[in-house]
């Protein structure tokens, strides 16, 4: 899970000091014991254990500052939600914009009407069904394009439930 919301720079950075770690390992293990087989000896032992410590204290660094730049980015993206209100009644949906920026959209969908309604973005999420004078809000990352919010109750889409907003 934490590896899918890590950044390309993030993955590359923890990926080379994991690799220096495992090219330590399986290197004193398996060739320089063959090469001498008193691997690290007396004298070899105290820099033999640094280097272990070091690269593992190297290790877990990256992970803490990948980690922590990784949810501060997320907790500003969670903050930078644009919103969009949309309104439906009968057979009508009423957004306050036909256009919004690419990203985050929190749409705020009131119920206006006298039956419940939902809206949906073809092809993605949808709010559940909201009663009479209430409301719901639905937030998603839209990327640019031409998207159709309809009314996913039978029958109300093809009433004119529907509206297109573009994203830029």
Same mark, same amino acid.
């Given at each position: 899970?934490?590896?899918?919301?890590?950044?390309?720079?993030?993955?590359?950075?923890?990926?080379?000091?994991?690799?220096?770690?495992?090219?330590?390992?399986?290197? !004193? !293990?398996?060739?320089? #014991?063959?090469? &001498?087989? +008193?691997?690290?000896?007396?004298?070899?032992? #105290?820099?033999?254990?640094?280097? !272990?410590?070091?690269?593992?204290?190297?290790?877990? !660094?990256?992970?803490?500052?990948?980690?922590?730049?990784?949810?501060?980015?997320?907790?500003?993206?969670?903050?930078?939600?644009?919103?969009?209100?949309? &309104?439906?009644?009968?057979?009508?949906?009423?957004?306050?914009?036909?256009?919004?920026?690419?990203?985050?959209?929190?749409? +705020?969908?009131?119920?206006?009407?006298?039956?419940?309604?939902?809206?949906?973005?073809?092809?993605?999420?949808?709010?559940?069904?909201?009663?009479?004078?209430?409301?719901?809000?639905?937030?998603?990352?839209?990327?640019?394009?031409?998207?159709?919010?309809?009314?996913?109750?039978?029958?109300? &889409?093809?009433?004119?439930?529907?509206?297109?907003?573009?994203?830029?």
């Amino acid at each position: 899970m934490l590896l899918a919301g890590l950044t390309t720079g993030h993955k590359i950075g923890l990926g080379v000091v994991a690799l220096v770690f495992i090219a330590f390992a399986l290197t !004193s !293990s398996f060739i320089a #014991s063959r090469r &001498r087989p +008193d691997f690290p000896g007396k004298n070899g032992l #105290s820099v033999f254990i640094l280097v !272990s410590f070091a690269l593992f204290a190297a290790m877990i !660094s990256a992970v803490v500052v990948f980690g922590k730049e990784s949810e501060a980015k997320g907790a500003g993206q969670k903050k930078a939600a644009k919103t969009l209100a949309v &309104r439906e009644s009968e057979y009508k949906i009423a957004l306050a914009s036909s256009s919004v920026p690419t990203g985050r959209i929190a749409f +705020d969908v009131s119920n206006a009407g006298r039956i419940p309604h939902d809206l949906t973005i073809q092809g993605g999420a949808k709010t559940a069904l909201i009663s009479p004078g209430k409301s719901a809000t639905l937030t998603t990352t839209l990327k640019p394009g031409t998207y159709t919010l309809y009314c996913s109750v039978p029958g109300h &889409r093809k009433l004119g439930m529907v509206a297109k907003l573009t994203v830029t």
